[in-house]
């Protein structure tokens, strides 16, 4: 039976899309059969979307587009925004369906959500009721940098309110110049209810190809 994973993150651009291709790639190359999937994206470059396509190079499973991404957006906001602009009602029982087929394909589906976890994504839905519609244990992608403490908690407790599992946190380290950077992580450590899953250091354009070497427990894990 086919495992699935919601990755989320304290806020946009914390590196949700890094931790997720890594993942892919590292239990790819255990043999495993991996499918990154992104249920809604906003922010097209050209009409294309890059963190799409990231999962979809890191993943060793082909499937068909509208799987792995049931909806898209040029504008690069909010996704409820972009999809009232565009005159689209975003579907959770389109985007289940999707996972399921996904689910006859692979051993293990990796899925990204969109920004932080209560992203508004239609009139009354978050990114909160994406991932219970899937059912699925949250991996949270901590962006490290000032701010960080607060958002990570918020995150951890509106997670738990959903009564999903919180399979556990990774630090990304996002700012080279974060004061006490180990400080904050002790702290999260301390008070996040969820093992620390693993680091990723700064180290300028992050590369998910470094960062799989240090989600070994993360990996082991599934």
């Known amino acids: 039976m086919a495992k699935g994973y919601f990755v989320t993150g304290t806020d946009t651009g914390v590196g949700k899309t890094t931790v997720s291709c890594a993942l892919l790639r590292s239990l790819g190359a255990q043999g495993r059969k991996v499918v990154g999937m992104k249920p809604v994206v906003a922010g097209s470059e050209h009409g294309r979307w890059q963190d799409v396509e990231q999962l979809t190079a890191a993943s060793n499973v082909n499937a068909p587009h509208e799987w792995i991404n049931p909806y898209a957006f040029d504008p690069p906001v909010s996704p409820h925004i972009a999809a009232q602009q565009a005159g689209v009602e975003i579907d959770l029982t389109v985007i289940r ?3 399921q087929h996904l689910c006859n394909l692979a051993d293990v589906i990796i899925v990204e959500g969109a920004g932080g976890f209560l992203v508004p994504i239609g009139p009354q839905q978050t990114g909160a009721d994406l991932a219970c519609a899937l059912n699925l244990p949250v991996i949270l992608v901590v962006g490290m940098r000032l701010g960080c403490l607060n958002h990570a908690l918020l995150t951890a407790q509106a997670i738990h309110s959903t009564g999903l599992p919180l399979a556990g946190w990774v630090a ?3 700012d080279p110049e974060m ?6 992580r002790v702290t999260l450590e301390q008070r996040l209810d969820c093992p620390l899953l693993g680091t990723v250091p700064f ?3 992050i590369d998910e190809e470094r960062a799989m070497h240090y989600l070994d427990k993360l ?3 599934i």
Request: charged residues 10%.
């Open 179 to 184: 004061l006490a950077l180990q400080e904050n």
């Open 203 to 205: 180290g300028g354009k």
């Open 97 to 99: 369906q999707a996972y």
């Open 219 to 221: 990996v082991s894990t």
């Open 172 to 174: 990304n380290c996002i």
